[in-house]
Every structure is written in C-alpha cells, then in structure tokens.
C-alpha cells in the first residue's frame, strides 16, 4: 500500500507490530498472527486512506478477526500454562481465579517476582510488567512514544480506577447504592 500510494512507512506500523502479539495468548498459531495482522493493517488502517485516515485501531481490528475466526484459540479454558504449573489454577486467568476465590489464592499460587517477570498464564502483555516497562523504555528511547502522553495514560487509568472503586457495585456493602443517588442525597 505504501508502494502503491507513493508514501512512507510510518512508525505506527512498527508500533502496530510489536503492540499485536502482546494482546495474545502465547499459544496462537504464527499463521493465525500473520493473516489477524495483514487483516488489520489492510481493513483497520489502509481502506480508509493509510496513517491518520483510519478510524480502526489495526492491532484491535486484527484481535476481533481471531476472536470471532478462531474463537477456539484465543479464548475457552486452553490457556497458556507455564511448564510445571499445570494444575495451578482453575478459572481463565489469575484475575478470574481471584475473583472467585479471593486474592490468597494468587498469592499462594504466583509470587511477585512471578507476577513480574511473567510466570503467570495470560496474554503476553499483560502478564509480564517487566517486559511492559522494558517496552516502554525501547520506545521513549526511540522517540515513538512521548513521555507526557505515556504518564497522562497511567495518570487516567489510576483515577478512573480510583473512581470506580468509589463508586463501587452490588457487591461492594459500603456503595451498594449507585453513586450518582448519593450525589442526589447530598
């Protein structure tokens, strides 16, 4: 397309391309990835005019062709597993194992450092910290990513968690009630 179109290759592709494999599952077939990504990049980003003209995030775009393609693969009770661990636990991901059966079944399960350096089962950018941070270094230090634009994510998660935890839910006995009654109420 960039041949074609007379353009260059923009950097969003090499961002597309690294950001891709993290929000899947170790276990997806190398064909599944190549055909998820070429979907992406060619309906999410290039139909609609190339970089800056798509309304498709292409690593997304690409993740829902696997979801609804090859289901069997990136969702189900076939989690990826780290050797010697087979039985460790017993719903989809330690966040499903915890919500059910409360955090000391992490903690007794994964240590931090597992939690860490990526021993625990998920996709792949989600369960190690480390490789995010090493991740993050790579593109400061490469100038594809801004630092103001990095700590304004990580400022917006940590306040809309912290809202939400406020307003809690159903299950939570101090804001049963929804938030915006106790607005009303004064």
Not at 16 to 34: C, D, E, K, R, Y
Not at 121 to 126: L, N, Q, V
Request: charged share 10%; aromatic share 10%; proline share 5%.
């Amino acid at each position: 397309f960039a041949v074609v179109r007379r353009h260059d290759v923009s950097e969003g592709f090499l961002v597309t391309g690294v950001i891709f494999p993290l929000i899947l599952p170790a276990t997806v077939p190398l064909w599944q990835v190549a055909l998820a990504i070429s979907f992406g990049v060619v309906i999410g980003k290039e139909i609609f005019g190339g970089t800056g003209y798509n309304i498709l995030n292409p690593a997304v775009t690409a993740r829902a062709l696997l979801f609804f393609g090859y289901p069997a693969q990136i969702t189900g009770d076939t989690v990826w597993i780290p050797a010697g661990r087979a039985d460790a636990i017993s719903g989809a991901t330690p966040l499903a194992s915890a919500a059910e059966d409360g955090l000391r079944t992490i903690a007794h399960d994964y240590s931090w450092t597992d939690a860490f350096v990526g021993f625990i089962p998920g996709s792949m950018g989600e369960t190690s910290a480390l490789a995010c941070l090493i991740g993050a270094v790579v593109l400061l230090l490469t100038g594809v990513a801004s630092w103001r634009i990095m700590s304004m994510v990580v400022c917006g998660a940590i306040a809309a968690g912290s809202l939400l935890n406020l307003i809690g839910s159903a299950t939570n006995p101090l804001f049963a009630v929804p938030f915006w009654w106790h607005l009303v109420l004064g």
